[in-house]
């Protein structure tokens, strides 16, 4: 169907998404087309064009935020002495709904993979060692995924962090082997935290 090229482009646009093949995508598009109204375009589009000019990434754990650092950072009652170090966002709103952490996070949009071509300097590496020399952070604890590159990434973490008085724990059992933070539940969660060890 060539001459649908409006179509096309919509579909082409669509398959962007993770996970979502031309199928899918022609299955959206025919959605838009036919079931979505003027309005619900419109606030599609004005959805779209906002998120991507207003969320930006905390200046200083990374997380994405409306605001130049985010409320977490910005808390007089979260505790300012652990870190958690998470390999993104979705990672944190997990352990956030989860209510089982109270202190600070890091995160690293990604995790070291030399398979990918994902060095330790595209991920936030540098800005964690820094936010670790502060004398008031006692405890990083690393979160990442027990995958290949989730360790990778932790004990790199440990090689770059290490200074006196400051301890550096990874998350313990309860988490599936490979599985993500971001599907765990809560209890699984809280286990996974009361058995932290140190690296
Ligand atoms: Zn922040």
């Known amino acids: 169907m060539n001459e649908l090229k409006f179509l096309n ?8 998404f993770p996970g979502v093949g031309k199928k899918t995508a022609t299955r959206f598009a025919f959605h838009i087309v ?14 779209l064009v906002s998120t991507k000019d207003k969320v930006k990434h905390c200046q200083t754990c990374h997380v994405l935020t409306e605001q130049d650092e985010c409320e977490i950072c910005q808390s007089p009652v979260r505790d300012h002495s652990q870190i958690m170090v ?18 600070l996070y890091h995160v690293l949009s990604g995790l070291i993979s030399p398979l990918e071509g994902i060095g330790p300097d595209d991920i936030n590496l ?8 502060d ?5 990083i604890i690393i979160a990442t995924s027990f995958t290949p590159a989730g360790e990778t990434t932790a004990l790199y973490i440990d090689k770059i962090v290490s200074r006196q008085g400051l301890s550096v724990t990874k998350i313990g059992y309860g988490l599936p082997a490979g599985g993500d933070i ?5 209890l699984t969660l809280r286990r996974a935290l009361e058995a932290r060890k140190k690296i």
């Open 135 to 139: 004398p008031v952070v006692k405890e």
């Open 126 to 133: 540098d800005s964690l060692a820094k936010r670790a020399e």
């Open 182 to 186: 971001e599907y765990a539940d809560e």
């Open 34 to 47: 036919e079931k979505f109204s003027e309005e619900d375009v419109k606030a599609f589009i004005d959805a």
């Open 86 to 103: 998470v390999k993104d966002t979705k990672d944190v709103l997990s352990i956030e709904k989860s209510k089982q952490y109270n202190g």
């Open 9 to 16: 482009r919509l579909v082409a646009s669509l398959e962007k």
